[in-house]
Nanobody, 126 residues
């Protein structure tokens, strides 16, 4: 397992941008997947985006609800995962969690991740 700490959450008006960060410590594996999930009040945790490395190629993946609005990136030199969010909507409100796992498959399933951060709150007002 690795230690993950999210930051960058806050309040934003509809249509605005916000960038989340997740600092990673203890990561030594060369194949991996790292993802962002979110949980709105009273709802199940849902997949947002992921980046995966199978040892040959790095790929990014997005939930349909955030495609073309959110971008996930990983800065290996800084050991930091980012989620750049644009055109925010009230439906994007929730606690955002980053997650990591040494296997590159199963990017959209939360049970496929073995390390989780504590989350950062994002609130989008209409």
């Amino acid at each position: 397992q690795v230690d993950l700490v999210e930051s960058g959450g806050g309040w934003m008006q509809t249509g605005g941008p916000l960038k989340l960060s997740c600092t990673i410590s203890g990561r030594t594996f060369t194949t991996y997947k790292m993802g962002w999930f979110r949980q709105a009040p009273g709802k199940e945790r849902e997949y947002v985006a992921a980046i995966a490395n199978n040892g040959v190629v790095v790929t990014t993946h997005y939930a349909n609800s955030v495609k073309r609005r959110f971008t996930i990136t990983l800065d290996n030199a800084k050991n930091t995962l980012y989620l750049q969010m644009y055109s925010l909507k009230p439906g994007d409100t929730g606690i955002y969690f980053c997650a990591a796992d040494p296997r590159s498959v199963g990017v959209a399933a939360d049970y496929e991740y073995d390390s989780w951060g504590r989350g950062t709150q994002v609130t989008v007002s209409s």
